[in-house]
DNA sequence: TCTGTGACCGCAC
DNA sequence: CGTGCGGCCACAG
């Protein structure tokens, strides 16, 4: 495995539960600032069932990312919600109160 | 090599 | 609040 993506995913395991992080933020914690594409690059690639939790990031507006599927982001949306994470119906979270401040 | 694409970001309107 | 634009860089073909 490329050693950028095992540092974002190490970045990934170290989100709060109950909190969420951008892909920049994760980005600059993993050591590569200003590649926040790599990091959804990264995600992306991730195999289904990897003790990853992926769901715990959002873009920096604190909004679900859309992908192609619409099946993905809602349940991304569901697993915050399980997580204690509140999402509005478009997706949108209040990261004042759930964006995880390292 | 070169090119198109993308789970992004920040700023200007 | 929203949309658009340039910048960013890894990856696939």
């Not at 991730?46 to 715990?56: I, K, Q, T, Y």
Request: hydrophobic letters at 35%; proline letters at 8%.
């Amino acid at each position: 495995m490329h050693p950028n993506y095992r540092a974002i995913y190490m970045t990934v395991q170290r989100i709060p539960p109950g909190k969420v992080a951008s892909y920049g933020q994760i980005a600059r914690l993993a050591g590569l600032p200003g590649r926040a594409r790599q990091v959804g690059y990264a995600l992306h690639a991730l195999p289904p069932g990897s003790p990853v939790p992926w769901f715990r990031v959002v873009n920096a507006r604190g909004q679900i990312s859309q992908r192609e599927t619409t099946g993905a982001a809602n349940r991304q949306r569901d697993a915050l919600e399980a997580d204690g994470v509140d999402v509005d119906d478009r997706g949108r979270i209040d990261l004042k109160q759930f964006g995880w401040r390292a």
